[in-house]
């Protein structure tokens, strides 16, 4: 296949991938519904497509190029820190660090609290149901999930999914400050109250359910508290909430809010 083609191909493939993600939260978000069969939904959704890129982007500016490098460079170094880390108890029960991953010079990242069981298990911050949905929210937005950092405070999983303790958060901190540094995004989005709890003091009557929505600051960082993807699973109806939030940040970015189709 010529390289050309290749390339239709794959961004093809990533339209539709695209498109059924976005398609799909816009449904279960109730902001809309569409004629659409769930064979359709079920023939556009193609895991395969949703994570990964087959083709690369066109090759950067040199001077972009050397920056993306050293990034990426860095993060590296970071992942080999939290890799090596035995600062706190975590370290015990954890069978992958789950750093984080995703664009070394992205727009917005995303921080939750801690890895989940399949997080742990893949190395790879928010790769179960719940990353499946944020991916879902991404999409939503008018971003792929390589678009954008994923992560979370504390990089070891806590045992039984428990929230980790203040102090492993406080432990931890450093290595998610050390990735801003070098990630420098315009927003940070915090996912649920473990996450705001570990970026963020609050007074004892604020939590995620009052303080979402608002900006806060972190690191020098504007964060749009939100509720966390398992929060959604749980409760559907918080999508809404979620979605109102995530425009906010797109009007922080001065990005397009992607159209609303009305029931
Ligand atoms: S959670 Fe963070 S501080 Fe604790 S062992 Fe893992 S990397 Fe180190």
Known sequence: MAESESKVTASLDEVLADLSAYIEYQVEEEVGTEPISPEVLTALSRPENAFERTVPDAPLESAAVDSVTERTAQLAAIAREVAACTQCPLHRSRSKTVPG????HPEIVFVGGGPLADDDESGVAFSGRAGLLLTRMIAAMGFAREDVFICNVVKCRPPENRAPAPQEMSLCLPFLKQQLNVL????????????????VVLP???????????WLRFEGVDVMPTFHPDDLLINAKMKKYVWEDLKSVLRKLGRPIPPVRKA
Do not use: F, M, Y
């Open 101 to 104: 991953q995703g664009n070394p």
């Open 204 to 214: 004892e009557d604020q939590g995620i359910t009052k303080v979402r929505g608002s």
């Open 184 to 199: 420098a995004p315009k927003a940070i989005v915090a996912l649920g109250a473990t996450a705001l709890n570990g970026l």
